[in-house]
């Protein structure tokens, strides 16, 4: 990886509702990076599609004509995407706004800058409700470290991160584990299912898959706590 120069922002205007402003700050950072590096590409991380979505419209107006505005997420179809992805046209420039899509898995040739807002949506089950929701949370620095990365691939870069170094050391090391956050009924279904009369009786690699039955053996009620405490 390329040499990467990470600079921090001053504090968020609204820390208790941190996307609120988001639709005017980062188009002010993005026109900020556009001056001072000539050039480039430019990868802007966002938490949910709404997000790219209003901000977008805020930068649709303000880019020069020889820069190219895309959006990077999901729910996009695959020609979409790859345009977003592929590298800009000679004497053009992009601008990427993504969600945590862009992550790992995915290289922007001609990315330089990063603008990283600090935040991500992810699932979270609540159990008084029985639904999973999405939840906006701060990043994780793992997940920072990923997204600063960006900048590095195929050329020194910049990282602009939209919180203070105060905010950084707060921020959790990892995302916590998805079984400590997803919806466990059907493995505690197909668990019961399995046979054992109890849950301590399906202990490490004394548990051996049975014949499933019509119905659970055991209900959701014994399960669920022994599937809690060995999962912690």
């Known amino acids: 990886m390329t040499p990467i120069t990470s600079t ?5 205007p609204c820390p208790t509702s941190p996307t609120s402003g988001w639709p005017s700050l980062v ?5 900020a990076a556009l001056h001072t590096h000539p ?3 430019i990868l802007v991380f966002l938490p949910g599609v709404g997000d790219l979505q209003r901000s977008a419209r805020k930068l649709t107006d303000a880019l020069a004509n020889h820069i190219d505005l895309h959006l990077l997420h999901g729910e996009l179809p695959l020609e979409t995407q790859d345009a977003a992805l592929r590298p800009a046209r000679a004497g053009r420039r992009k601008v990427i706004l993504a969600t945590s899509i862009a992550e790992t898995s995915l290289t922007i040739e001609g990315v330089r800058v990063v603008i990283d807002g600090g935040f991500a949506r992810v699932p979270r089950f609540v159990p008084r409700t029985g639904f999973t929701t ?4 701060p990043v994780a620095r793992a997940a920072a470290d990923q997204r600063r990365g960006r900048a590095g691939r195929l050329a020194p870069g910049t990282c602009y991160r939209l919180w203070t170094e105060a905010e ?3 921020l959790p090391a990892h995302r916590p584990p998805e079984i400590h956050t997803a919806d466990l009924s059907s493995l505690v279904l ?3 299912l399995w046979g054992p009369p109890s849950p301590p009786a399906c202990a490490g690699s004394t548990c051996r898959p049975q014949r499933p ?3 659970p053996r055991t209900c959701f009620c014994v399960w669920a706590p022994w599937i ?3 999962w912690e």
Request: avoid cysteine; aromatic fraction near 0%.
């Open 8 to 12: 921090r922002a001053a504090p968020r």
């Open 27 to 31: 188009p002010a950072h993005v026109r």
């Open 39 to 41: 050039e480039g590409d």
């Open 134 to 137: 999405l939840e906006t949370v």
């Open 168 to 170: 950084h050391h707060n």
């Open 190 to 192: 197909e668990l019961a």
């Open 213 to 215: 039955s019509p119905k």
């Open 228 to 230: 809690m405490r060995n």
